[in-house]
């Protein structure tokens, strides 16, 4: 089995900042992309930022120069810094990862993890 699992400060005020986390655990042979993706009320989930295994970034449009994703391979975790926050940034953020496990070792699957809510308030 794999989890993934995301922590992180709810609220924050329109310009303000949150780091949102996500650690991957279980039976994991190796990560490849980690990536977060956030879906408001009413609307489909998009990709927010993806970050591959070496450290190439992606980023949404929207969220560029604001948000920054990094990586600890040895922890198995993903972060998202969030700066200049606005209230469009309000949505359920969820990380996202495609995992090689031990016992489907020629497998890339897609793990996801719960959701956390994120509000910020103008």
């Known amino acids: 089995q794999v989890r993934l699992v995301e922590s992180g400060e709810p609220l924050a005020q329109a310009g303000g900042s949150l780091r949102l986390s996500c650690v991957a655990s279980?039976?994991?042979?190796?990560?490849?992309?980690m990536a977060w993706y956030r879906q408001a009320p009413g609307k489909q989930r998009d990709l927010v930022a993806l970050?591959?295994?070496?450290?190439?970034?992606n980023y949404a449009d929207s969220v560029k120069g604001r948000f920054t994703i990094v990586r600890d391979n040895a922890k198995n975790t993903v972060y998202l810094q969030m700066n200049s926050l606005k209230p469009e940034d309000t949505a359920v953020y969820y990380c996202?990862?495609?995992?090689?496990?031990?016992?489907?070792?020629?497998?890339?699957?897609?793990?996801w993890g719960q959701g956390t809510q994120v509000t910020v308030s103008s």
């Open positions: 996202n990862a495609k995992i090689r496990t031990w016992y489907r070792i020629r497998d890339l699957d897609d793990y």
């Open positions: 279980g039976s994991i042979a190796s990560i490849n992309d």
């Open positions: 970050i591959t295994r070496g450290g190439n970034t």
